[in-house]
């Protein structure tokens, strides 16, 4: 990949960011955000699908840019709530809610389903925007459990309730570089960089 290649990430999250950086960190891509650009309005994410609101992400950050811009819309399904918090994953304790309001009002939510109706994935679909040229998707999803109490410091969001039954931890007790190898952001990532790379 070019060393001269910069590609704009569509997002203030400074958690996913960090995630992004860490995964594409031997690209030889040179990682900008919005922070690198205070003067992009704000983006109202308002569609009704990850993908929509990835694509409109990555779009209009490509056109204020000029730059290849990567958006990611992600969140959890919960299958005992109807594929709930979904595109609401992060306003689901509403706006400016912690980790900790997000975690407690899910394990509410949860609190009378048994551990076998528990089951859950964390989604995440990635926009690539190019001038130019018509605008890609990719996905990646990780399959786990809702644990019963918040379990783990690490990460962000849902992390500290989300069970990864191969390591029998949540999300934010594997740390960093087991979360990187498999995140649904990073499967996702690693999609998009095979793209980047051509």
């Not at 929509?52 to 490509?62: D, L, R, S």
């Not at 407690?104 to 001038?131: G, H, N, S, W, Y």
């Not at 190898?181 to 051509?198: D, G, P, T, V």
């Amino acid at each position: 990949m070019s060393q001269e290649l910069e590609i704009v990430i569509a997002s203030g999250n400074q958690g996913k960011i960090e995630e992004i950086n860490h995964i594409l960190k031997d690209s030889g891509v040179k990682i900008l955000s919005l922070q690198d650009y205070p003067d992009i309005p704000p983006i109202v994410e308002d569609g009704h699908t990850f993908e929509e609101n990835a694509v409109k992400k990555a779009e209009t950050v490509c056109r204020f840019t000029c730059k290849i811009s990567l958006a990611d819309d992600s969140g959890l399904e919960v299958d005992a709530l109807n594929g709930a918090p979904g595109v609401m994953s992060a306003r689901y304790a509403g706006e400016g809610a912690t980790k900790k309001d997000l975690c407690e009002k899910l394990l509410k939510a949860m609190e009378d389903v048994p551990d076998q109706e528990r089951t859950a994935r964390f989604r995440c679909v990635m926009a690539i925007a190019q001038p130019g040229r018509s605008t890609q998707t990719v996905s990646g999803e990780c399959e786990g459990l809702i644990a019963h109490s918040m379990q783990g410091d690490y990460g962000f969001g849902y992390d500290p309730v989300f069970l990864v039954p191969s390591y029998r931890k949540t999300m934010a007790e594997l740390g960093g570089e087991i979360k990187n190898r498999i995140s649904h952001r990073a499967l996702a990532l690693n999609k998009a960089r095979l793209i980047l790379e051509s």
